[in-house]
């Protein structure tokens, strides 16, 4: 079995809410969405990649510009992804998350979520080759920046254990 440094992924990182992740070296990120959502970004041509988690869509003042924001999420990350060395045009973006639970709030912040991802992405040109939003379930998501593969599971609730440091009943 080959096992070189370009092909095997390096480490593990949990991707909490409100950061940005874009890693040095191959790396499977983590992460668990309900109405937040995540946008990965890999450049075909580098093999590399990114993730983002946010919270809600539009901060509403220069005070609040954090990455628990959708519209500066989404931008920095391109931004990153851009100042790494990749070229926009080679740019893959995939959408997560967006549920939405009427029985806990009653507006819908998730697909208000997704929308802003979805509108900033198709503004600079990304072309967006999955997506897996809405809904009411809660997801945990497992993105390998080497390869680009994406591992959606959907849960019905979200436990501790769900969390990184994996423990427990998952």
């Known amino acids: 079995m080959e096992n070189s ?5 390096a480490r593990d990182y949990f991707l909490k809410p409100g950061y940005i992740y874009l890693p040095e070296k191959p790396t499977v990120i983590s992460t668990v969405l309900g109405s937040s959502v995540s946008v990965s970004l890999y450049d075909k041509k580098r093999k590399t990649g990114g993730m983002n988690h946010f919270l809600f869509p539009v901060a509403e003042s220069r005070e609040k ?3 628990i924001y959708g519209n500066i999420a989404v931008i920095t990350l391109v931004r990153m992804m851009v100042q790494n060395g990749s070229d926009p045009n080679h740019l893959e973006a995939q959408i997560f998350g967006g549920a939405n639970n009427s029985n806990v709030c009653t507006h ?3 697909k208000q ?19 897996d939003v809405g809904g009411e379930l809660g997801r945990k998501i497992v993105f390998n920046t080497l390869t680009c ?3 959606t599971l959907k ?5 501790e254990s769900d969390w990184y440091p994996y423990q427990g009943d998952r």
């Open 5 to 9: 440094s370009e092909t095997s992924v």
């Open 65 to 67: 510009n954090t990455a």
């Open 108 to 110: 819908d912040v998730g």
């Open 113 to 131: 979520n997704y929308h802003i991802a979805k509108d900033i992405l198709l503004h600079k040109k990304i072309r967006i080759v999955s997506e």
């Open 149 to 151: 593969e994406i591992l």
């Open 155 to 159: 849960v019905e609730r979200l436990r």
